[in-house]
């Protein structure tokens, strides 16, 4: 018998260590179902964004169609790590209300995605987890419009009026208010989201707000003469609700289901740190090496992040001045973090190798590739280098490679 419990003792902290060194997986639910926007297509979006960080695992769940009978809409919220909102529709039962409000106040984490700032405008716990929200009849009843002035201060202005604005769709600038917060640490200060619609004048009770981030009002806006100063409103919101963690973010509009502005890379990275962040409070995710900067958006078409595959496929077909550098820092980026590791960097020397002997990538590709082996190649890769010498475009950095390499 003790035989026996010693053994069954020993499964238990063997399966405990074993998921502890496999990394935490969030159950996350997707509830979705109603909204004036293409909420198939964004709740679907959402789910492969998620899966695909192999983070979390999602599943949706559509709420009954409006107007039917939402008694019976009853998750149990218990099951998962993590709630995300792609919601604005009726209104759920009272016990739906009390089971979702209990979930997050005993440290359920929830995310609140763009169309969901919108929704239960009469429902005050609601409005406490989001912070800030919009439209449907909001006002300064609901609470003061919450913004960043031009001095980098937090304004609540009481003014009266409607709760909701927005701009028409175009890439806009987003800033970084709070850059030492799990979710924002190492993004940069400014950076460029994709096509996307601008929520403005958002209301709400604000309580354990943190405003992480904020749009950049359009300058040939704010200098017209007479224009009053510009207000830098809210996109991305820490709150904390209870003992639950809420992430808000009015980005990533789908509209017309055209995605661009959720395969925003900025809008991806945000909603993934800050999914990580209301799940367990800490993000262990790096600032990819794809986020975008003030100089530009970057789209993830199909929501999918760079392979090692897809950065060598797309490598041959490099031209300088006309193609994105992107799919070569991408492999740069996995030769630094290889460094060590000699099997894995001899994979990445073969991969090189094999594009210096494609008869169809260009000469600027293989200009790159030849500049890469020339600190980190071997002896392998010597013969393919030695094979371009005689081509006129190749041979200055074939040397250049050559001499280094013999160097080492």
Known sequence: MKKQYLIILFAVITALFTACQSGDVYKTLILTGQGEHNWKYSSSALQQIFDE?????????NTPAQGEDMSTFKPDFSKYQLVVLDYNGDSWSDETKASF?????????LVVYHPSVKAFPDWPEYNEMIGLGGFNGRDETSGPLVYYGMEGVVVDDTTEGP???????????????????????????????ANDVMLTNLRGPAKELQILATNSPRMMYWRRPGAQPPK??????????????????????????????????????????????????????????DFPTAAGPV????????????????????ETGSS????????RRQIT?????????????????????????????????????SWMGTDYSIDAINSLSSNPELQEMVDFALTRLQAN
């Open 324 to 331: 994105s550098t992107k799919y070569m820092t991408f492999i």
């Open 232 to 289: 830098y409103f809210p996109v991305l919101m820490a709150i904390n609700y209870g003992n639950g963690r809420v992430f808000n973010t009015v980005l990533g509009n789908v509209d017309d289901g055209s995605g661009v502005a959720m395969q925003s890379v900025g809008f991806i990275a945000t909603l993934l740190r800050g999914a990580e962040w209301a799940a367990s409070g800490s993000v262990t995710q790096e600032v990819p090496f």
């Open 101 to 109: 409000v209990d979930y997050v106040r005993n440290g359920g984490g």
């Open 53 to 61: 960080a192999e983070l979390f695992k999602a599943e949706i769940l």
């Open 337 to 373: 973090d290889a460094a060590g590791d000699e099997k894995t960097l001899l994979n990445l020397e073969k991969k090189m190798v094999n594009v210096l002997k494609d008869a169809n990538a260009t000469a600027d590709a293989k200009k790159l590739i030849l500049r890469e082996l």
């Open 299 to 318: 789209i993830r078409t199909g929501f999918k992040a760079v392979t090692l595959d897809e950065a060598f496929n797309r490598i041959g077909s490099y």
């Open 163 to 193: 709760a909701g604005a927005v701009e028409e769709r175009a890439d806009f600038e987003v800033r970084i208010q709070v850059n030492d917060h799990p979710v924002t640490q190492g993004l940069p200060v400014r950076w460029m989201q």
